[in-house]
């Protein structure tokens, strides 16, 4: 399955030269061995290559050369059937196989990815869940150190969620935890990541973002959060600890931990606030604190 992954990688155009080439080998072979030996069946190959590596319709596309090349193959390799029509009947027969391994690979390979979605996100909220965010985590971590990119992440506590559940049933909770994210996915940049991390925890990750763009965006996030809870008449509001890395030489878990504790900081200072801190793992003696 790593290696069907691998080909979803691959440039369009090189994975179409490639079957191109191979279909003109497979039928020159057929067409050199003559009529007693079937190549029929390695037309899948490219076949299917095309349709995992790019889509349906180029899968489409190569079954169609790959029986339009057989049945040049199968005319001039010598052999005369009783009528010319066996030919096209043949071919027609041949191209009907091809598209059944076209339309049921490109059904399993979108099964697959539904699968994998479902596995990387949270089921309620569509948010990434916490497996997939550390693995998330950890390329940007990678990519801010090789690049010397500042990176900050967000830890974010919906303060009284509790008492939301206990007042109005966990489905009022529920559509809360879908909305926050809804929200946020409108925010935030298509690069940015949202995960939900804990019953009512999440994170943020936002690359190439440094301390100040940080204040800007949380600032905002605040803002746009408590408006979001008062029609609805949640008495909640949000902890949240930013944690800023500049120099790259954060680690995925000290990021993390640094993060939860300014959080925490923020909640033991009154909930309904923001903690800031840049680069250094251990709690500054007096973290910048935000209020809304």
């Known amino acids: ?128 869940n916490s497996r997939h965010f550390q693995e998330l985590l950890r390329i940007e971590m990678s990519r801010s150190q090789r690049y010397h990119r500042p990176l900050t992440l967000v830890y974010l506590d919906v303060d009284n969620f509790k008492a939301l559940n206990d007042t109005f049933g966990h489905s009022a909770g529920d559509e809360a935890l879908t909305t926050i994210v809804n929200y946020l996915k409108t925010r935030l940049r298509r690069s940015d990541v949202i995960a939900r991390l804990g019953g009512d925890e999440f994170a943020l990750l936002l690359a190439e973002t440094d301390e100040r763009a940080a204040r800007s965006v949380v600032s905002k996030l605040q803002q746009g959060l408590a408006e979001l809870s008062q029609p609805r008449h949640w008495k909640i509001s949000f902890s949240i600890g930013v944690l800023t890395c500049n120099d790259g030489l954060c680690t995925p878990d000290q990021i993390v931990s640094a993060a939860d504790r300014l959080m925490y900081t923020a909640k033991q200072g009154g909930k309904n606030a923001a903690v800031f801190h840049t680069d250094k793992y251990a709690l500054p003696s007096k973290p910048f604190l935000a209020t809304h």
């Open 1 to 128: 399955m790593e290696l069907l992954n691998e080909f979803t990688r691959w440039d369009r155009r090189f994975v179409l030269g490639i079957d191109l080439g191979l279909i003109m080998v497979i039928g020159l072979t057929d067409y050199l061995t003559g009529y007693e030996l079937a190549f029929s069946l390695f037309y899948v190959f490219p076949i299917a290559l095309t349709t995992w590596s790019t889509s349906r319709r180029y899968g489409t596309g190569v079954a169609l050369l790959s029986t339009l090349v057989w049945l040049a193959a199968d005319i001039q390799d010598g052999y005369r059937y009783s009528s010319l029509f066996i030919h096209y009947w043949n071919a027609g027969i041949r191209f009907g196989f091809f598209i059944i391994i076209v339309f049921l690979l490109n059904a399993f390979q979108k099964a697959h990815e539904h699968e994998i979605e479902l596995a990387r996100t949270d089921s309620l909220t569509g948010a990434a």
